[in-house]
C-alpha cells in the first residue's frame, strides 16, 4: 500500500493507493472518531473537524478537515494498527 500525505487548504488529504480496501480505511476513520485506536493524541483528535473516505478499493482518499499538520497525520499513519497490521 502507497501512502502520500498532502496539506490542503482545509486540513490534510491522505492518497493510497494500491493494496488497499476501501473498508480498511472507513474502519480506520471509525476507530479514530470513536476514541477505539492510539494512533494519535486527544489534542490532534480534537483539531479534526471532518474525516471523509472517498474513492475504491486500490484507490481511497481520506480528507481530514481541521488545522491538523501533515507531519501529525503521517505520524498517526506510522501508529496505526488497521493499516499497519502487526
Not at 477505539?36 to 472517498?54: F, G, H, L, N
Amino acid at each position: 500500500m502507497n501512502k502520500n500525505v498532502f496539506q490542503t487548504n482545509e486540513g490534510v488529504k491522505i492518497s493510497f493507493t494500491g493494496e488497499v480496501k476501501k473498508q480498511s480505511i472507513v474502519k480506520m476513520v471509525e476507530n479514530c472518531a470513536t476514541g477505539q485506536c492510539e494512533c494519535m493524541s486527544d489534542e490532534t483528535k480534537a483539531k479534526i473537524k471532518k474525516m471523509e473516505v472517498s474513492g475504491k478499493d486500490g484507490a481511497v482518499a481520506l480528507e481530514l478537515s481541521g488545522s491538523v499538520s501533515k507531519e501529525e497525520i503521517e505520524a498517526a499513519l506510522e501508529r496505526s494498527k488497521v493499516i499497519n497490521p502487526q
